[in-house]
């Protein structure tokens, strides 16, 4: 396994890999979630390369990127285990150097949901995403459905920009109690880390309640938001039902619909969701 920093020595390790090329983008500090992607990569590709960067262009300026559980070493231990080719892990001004002055931006399916409740996350990860794709020039990137919206902008941008690589979502990985795997988990405590399983109770509500036939999207909405209300320490910034393309809110639910919500568990804001088909 190949370790490299810059840029030009992640291009010059590019060009004696034999494609196809699959690439999995992390933030780093990996959980079984990062590893099915990396596994699922390494099983349908040759060349295998992962890049750890926290990337501060997605954070809002309140938000926790100096927080940002790192574990470089842990995680490097993970991805030999793997098999992965190269580790591209640059530091933030190899990717921003000064008068860094360029953003990939996308409209529409961006302005909703994480869009909404954290102004420029989207284009941060548009951006960073964008550069790494140029840079790496992989034929496969692994998405999780974790963030479900992120890999439908991913899409959007790869499709309306004419990006030349296939983008392939994998299902979200959880604790053997429901909820979803994430870096994040690692902030709350004893008594936060119980009530964070509000979120996946909540979509597995929506779950039931849509299996038995209901289709009032407002209903389950409401259903979820009081469920959720009963967890003192749950603050909510959306329940969503919507269109899993466009993300358009739904008044009657059809199939498939994406149902996913953010809490905030204390201070540590989670986010969740569950295909509805
Ligand atoms: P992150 O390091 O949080 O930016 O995540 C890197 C990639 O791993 C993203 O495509 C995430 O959607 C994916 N991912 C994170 N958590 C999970 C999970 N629990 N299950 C599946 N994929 C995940």
């Not at 490299?4 to 590019?14: F, K, N, P, W």
């Not at 992120?150 to 053997?176: F, G, H, S, W, Y």
């Given at each position: ?55 501060p262009t997605q954070f809002g300026p309140r938000e926790d990127f100096k927080a940002y559980p790192r574990d470089t070493e842990h995680d490097l231990a993970l991805l030999e285990k793997e098999k992965t080719d190269i580790v591209f892990i640059p530091p933030a001004k190899e990717m921003y150097p000064p008068g860094f002055d360029s953003w990939v931006e996308i409209a529409g399916v961006t302005e909703r949901l994480e869009g909404a409740c954290r102004p420029g996350h989207f284009r941060g990860v548009t951006t960073v995403c964008a ?147």
């Open positions: 396994m190949k370790v490299v920093t810059t840029i030009a020595d992640m291009q010059e390790a590019r060009q004696r890999l034999t494609a196809p090329v699959g690439l999995v983008p992390t933030m780093g500090y990996l959980h079984e979630g990062h590893l099915s992607l990396v596994s699922q990569a390494r099983a349908e590709n040759p060349s295998l390369v992962v890049t750890i960067f926290v990337n550069k790494l794709f140029n840079i790496i020039q992989p034929d496969i990137a692994y998405f999780g459905q974790k963030d479900a919206q992120q890999a439908i902008v991913i899409k959007k941008m790869v499709a309306d920009l004419n990006m030349n690589l296939k983008v392939v979502t994998l299902p979200t990985v959880r604790e053997p109690d429901g909820l979803a795997m994430s870096s994040r988990n690692t902030y709350l405590n004893p008594e936060e880390r119980k009530a964070a399983l509000v979120l996946y109770q909540a979509l597995t509500l929506a779950q039931k309640l849509w299996a038995a036939g209901d289709t009032d999207a407002d209903k389950i909405r409401r259903e979820m938001l009081a469920l959720i209300k009963r967890e003192p320490r749950a603050k909510i910034d959306y329940v969503s039902l919507a269109d899993p393309e466009t993300l358009e809110e739904l008044g009657r639910v059809k199939t498939p619909a994406l149902a996913s919500l953010a809490v905030k568990i204390g201070t540590t804001r989670l986010i969740d969701n569950v295909v509805l088909e």
